[in-house]
């Protein structure tokens, strides 16, 4: 019996070792390209391929950073993260209201026609964002939004499929025994939702709110169809046109590269544990 009990242990300590040492192993794997990155836009230029492999530089140095930071065009870096953070934050407001609404609306109200309009939802899902990009350029142009950040922000404030699909499993999972309890005492639908609802599913929207301004930050399609004047550019797009005017300064590039990821992880660390909520199993339950 003791020596069953050892080989089950034993098969079950060399299969921990093993997933363990595959998960490190995938992990450094993802890491190294960002750790190089970094590791890079500390070498001088001459070394940044010829000591390529090691990511501890012989000869430290920040100047591309400051190299980096002087822009082009006579537009520091400085404006193209404001640029982004501007569209990124209304994207992100935008897209947590619209779609919370609408997938209170989906999930609570039982409407004429309420099927169809979730079936829709769910075909937009299927469409990939290539499909749309022309029809859209040719939209906005003939709305004379191409050269503003409208086409960049509008859209956000109309939900996507994925997001409104999301909220909805939250709210799905909220007892509708609550509503009924408000009804009773004199709430509307909106106060339904705005009292009992939204405070109910918080991780959803930071989800939500958090994938949207990761999107709309690192969107570089957006900025090259829509952008065309330097002093609008966002950092997505900044970074390209940098690398183009500058005669390919590596190390500067990666610096800049270096200073877009900070707000990135600024805002994984704060809403760290709502992300991962709102993305586990248990959240999507419906």
Known sequence: ????????????????????????????AMLYPVLWMIASSFKPNGEIFSNATSL????FTVQHYIDGWRGFGNYTFGTFFSNSLFVAVLSSVGMVFSSAVVAFGLARIQ??????????????MMLPGQVMMIPRFVLFNKMGWVGTYLPMIAPSFFGSGFNIFLIMQFIRGIPRDMDEAATIDGCSWYGIF????????????????????????????????????????????????????????????????????????????????NLVEGISIQGLKG
């Open 111 to 124: 409407f004429k026609g309420r099927q169809f309009w979730f079936v829709l939802m769910i075909i937009t």
């Open 1 to 28: 019996m003791n020596e069953k009990l050892h080989s089950v242990s034993l098969r079950r300590n060399v299969g921990r070792a093993v997933y363990h040492t595959l998960m490190l192993l995938t992990s450094v």
């Open 194 to 273: 705005a009292k009992i609802i939204l405070p109910m599913i918080v991780p959803s929207l930071v989800t939500v709110g958090v994938l949207t301004f990761i999107g709309s930050w690192e969107d570089f399609m957006g900025a090259l169809l829509y952008l065309n004047k330097p002093a609008m550019y966002t950092v997505a797009y900044a970074l390209k046109m940098f690398n183009d005017s500058s005669q390919a300064d590596y190390g500067a590039t990666f610096a800049m590269s270096v200073l877009s990821l900070v707000p990135v992880l600024i805002l994984f660390f704060f809403f760290q544990k």
């Open 56 to 59: 501890i530089p012989i000869e």
